[in-house]
């Protein structure tokens, strides 16, 4: 399950933007944050593909969500524009954002490339 991040929480577990001017990431997995609002509609088609993919990649992906209403300051060290904005974020490399409801074949692609993660399997299926 995504978690959603304050302020604090951001600064512990992504990066501390009042400490340092350039990106230093702070987690200890790539992570990818969902820059939502409640009343977005294009935000509501990306919050379940972001729920199953925080199932798909456990433990190998972290899934962080902001409130752009509730975090404002956080929509504005990133210059949050325009809604869902994604925040891809690599162990070791600078962030990338993508913008607007993508769809779950592009997350894939993001987290193979950007990410540098690979599902060890295409499908996993129990039963």
Do not use: N
């Amino acid at each position: 399950m995504a978690e959603h991040l304050t302020v604090e929480t951001f600064k512990q577990k992504v990066f501390d933007y009042t400490k340092h001017q350039d990106w230093q990431f702070a987690g200890d997995k790539p992570c990818i944050i969902d820059f939502y609002a409640d009343w977005c509609q294009p935000c509501k088609i990306v919050a379940p593909i972001i729920e199953e993919l925080a199932e798909e990649y456990k433990g190998k992906v972290d899934f962080y969500k902001v409130d752009t209403e509730a975090q404002q300051e956080l929509a504005a060290v990133f210059g949050i524009r325009s809604i869902p904005s994604l925040l891809f974020c690599p162990k070791d490399e600078p962030p990338q954002m993508a913008v607007g409801a993508i769809p779950k074949e592009t997350f894939y692609k993001a987290i193979k490339e950007v990410l540098k993660v690979d599902k060890e399997e295409e499908v996993k299926k129990e039963g």
